[in-house]
């Protein structure tokens, strides 16, 4: 995952090295990911000792999604208005003729799975479109509205810690990648209306599953899929379209084999509940994958390389302010540097109140010294 970027620097050469770094990175991360996407599908998986489990449960890594109505899998998606709140409005604006026509065409290729009905509700938010990175056009809905007229939901999010806890003292990792998740889940029905989504071509449209844009569907797809999967969980933890499985060796039988138990029981679960991977984003047996921002293996838990160059290239604060700034960045890394406090100390002290700005040798050498394990 990448980095976000910190707030602005003063220093306009700052910014310059901030802008080359991170973009650099970002491109980099991109270019890496593009390119193991685009080259594994089910050719190139057929040397890994994983492949007849996989090829078993082809079903569940389709190349495209059943276009249907979803089963009802025991949770729905539910929006509860604030007290005295009646209508929520907001009028389409208009929009070039090839947006129009992307927006009609998903539409159209929703109404034929069943997902949307033609409305008659008293509600509505525009739709319009952002350009995709591989080309293309994807539908927005602007429920911006609808959104702060909801009741906040007190959902639970699995802790990232928790999950990489549990995966220590495995050796053989694979990681699916969840698609379409939002619309494998059905709406109340009695909240169908409030979903409701004008196009600029005048038609009303309001989702039968639960459409992006929506406060809380994030929260309303990790409950589902935390309920769903918590069967083996003691295995495959899951953080919302992440699913994460880990293996090692019990009672000699090798973790491979643990492996190939673990993911038949995994796609067992999916397809009785018709939850789909994307085979190109998945990973497959291997002795490292990135959870949530870090790295986790057979050798444990280590931080993301990018991020650490990308502090380790950082400039020179040369103020508070862009001491701040640094120290935002270096936070991520002080579960994985030993003494880390003891480490930045000479820089915390530049931040106590009423101390002047002077940086020191010592204060160099904390520098370099806040992103070493």
Known sequence: ??????????????????????????????????????????????????????????????????????????????????????????????????????????????????????????????????????????????????????????????????????????????????????????????????????????MLWEWLVMPQGLKHAPATFNRCVTHLLRSVRDFAPSYFDDVFIHSREVNGTLDVEMHKEHLRKLFAHERKHKLYANLKKCIFGASEIPVLGCLVGKNGVRPDPGKVRVINEWPTPSNGKELRQFFGLTTYLCKYVSNYAGKIRPLSQLLKKDASWDWTAECQKALMQSSRA
């Open 1 to 202: 995952m990448a980095l976000e970027s910190p707030p602005t620097l003063a220093s306009d050469e700052a910014e310059e090295l901030k802008q080359l770094v991170t973009e650099g990175a970002d491109a980099l991360s991109a270019k890496s990911k593009k390119k193991r996407f685009d080259e594994q599908g089910w050719g190139s998986l057929k040397s890994t000792p994983l492949f007849e489990v996989l090829r078993e449960y082809k079903d569940v890594l389709p190349d495209d999604i059943p276009a249907e109505l979803p089963q009802d899998k025991g949770v729905q998606h539910e929006i509860d208005l604030v007290p005295g709140k009646k209508y929520c409005v907001t009028r389409q604006w208009p929009l070039p003729r090839e947006q129009v026509k992307a927006i009609d065409d998903f539409f159209e290729s929703r109404r034929k799975a069943g997902q949307v009905r033609e409305s008659k509700s008293p509600h509505s938010a525009p739709t319009f479109c952002v350009k995709k990175a591989q080309g293309g056009w994807r539908s927005v809905h602007a429920y911006s509205k609808l959104n702060d007229a909801t009741v906040p939901a007190q959902t639970p999010i699995p802790r990232k810690d928790v999950i990489t806890d549990s995966m220590a003292l495995s050796t053989i990792f694979s990681a699916l990648d969840l698609r379409d998740g939002f619309y494998q889940i059905l709406m109340r029905e009695s909240d169908i209306p409030l979903t409701a989504v004008s196009t600029p071509s005048g």
